[in-house]
């Protein structure tokens, strides 16, 4: 049996998607602490079940309810994750897509809306898109279904993939201090170090409380107070840490968009 956590930017085909890949579900009730519903799904393989994260642009959440798709992550048991991504918004969508491959499990891309992007002239290498990022990518219509089929197919065997090994390097100063904290943390602790050190710099409070209960928070607000002065004191464009952070993240991201996307003269933009 897998176990599939459906997750991507809200808008961007999600439900739809869900729908096809599922042939029935069921609300298990209330996500706890919110008002949003869990859903899940019987993969129509039988094979595994599929978990509808709610949509967000980034792990580290900004209200309770975009605070559900990372307690996922650190609390539930799960095989992979389906990355749903807005093949029109493709540069949006890939900093979630980056916080998701640095979590380690391994990752599937369903790369949703090729209809409107091709509408709007985006033409989008799909091997060299999957070749920078290190995972599968199928594109997708999850409208009209087109390509979902090999999606659930690609699905099933996830489970038995290896961990990802996807690392941005982040510079000199931050990698020391990624380091210092990743060797705090005691070796109990099952959940990917080096994207618990990360998602605390980035300023992501759950990852904070929960590093709590194994490191001071003295120690944790030094550790990043020392980080942030080191890291804007040699970056001349980093305002604070998490900038940073978001930063390092975009030039990769620019990167991948520059080797596997292009965009015709040409816009059309069709409806489809
Ligand atoms: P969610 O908010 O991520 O759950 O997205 P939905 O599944 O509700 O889809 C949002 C809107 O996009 C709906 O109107 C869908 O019909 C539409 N949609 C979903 N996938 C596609 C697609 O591949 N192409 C097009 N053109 N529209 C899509
Ligand atoms: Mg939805
Ligand atoms: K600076």
Known sequence: ??????????????????????????????????TVEKKVGTLRNKKGELVD??????????????????Q?????SFTS?????????????????????????PVIIGLNM????????FMIN??????????????????????CQELGAELAHTEHQQALTFALDYGPVLE??????VDMIPDGVTLPKRWLAIQLFEGNA?????LESHITAEQLAQLQTDTERDVCASSSDARSLPHYIRLVRGAFITGVMEGAVTRTQNETYTLS
């Open 1 to 34: 049996m897998i176990h599939v956590a459906l997750a991507g930017n809200p808008n961007t085909g999600k439900t739809s998607l869900f729908n096809i890949l599922t042939g029935s579900y069921e609300y298990v009730g209330n996500w706890t602490g919110v």
């Open 53 to 70: 994260l709610p949509g967000i642009y980034s792990l580290n959440p900004l209200s309770r309810d975009e605070g559900v798709a990372t």
């Open 72 to 76: 996922f992550l650190i609390a539930e």
């Open 81 to 105: 994750v389906l990355n749903i991504v807005d093949a029109s918004q493709i540069e949006r969508n890939l900093y979630l897509t980056v916080q998701l491959l640095e979590y380690g499990k």
């Open 114 to 121: 090729m209809d409107v992007a091709r509408g709007r002239g």
């Open 126 to 147: 799909e091997t060299e898109l999957s070749a920078r990022l290190g995972v599968p990518v199928l594109p997708i219509v999850a409208r009209t279904g087109a390509g």
């Open 176 to 181: 020391r201090a990624i380091k210092r904290l």
């Open 206 to 210: 759950l990852i904070r409380e929960l």
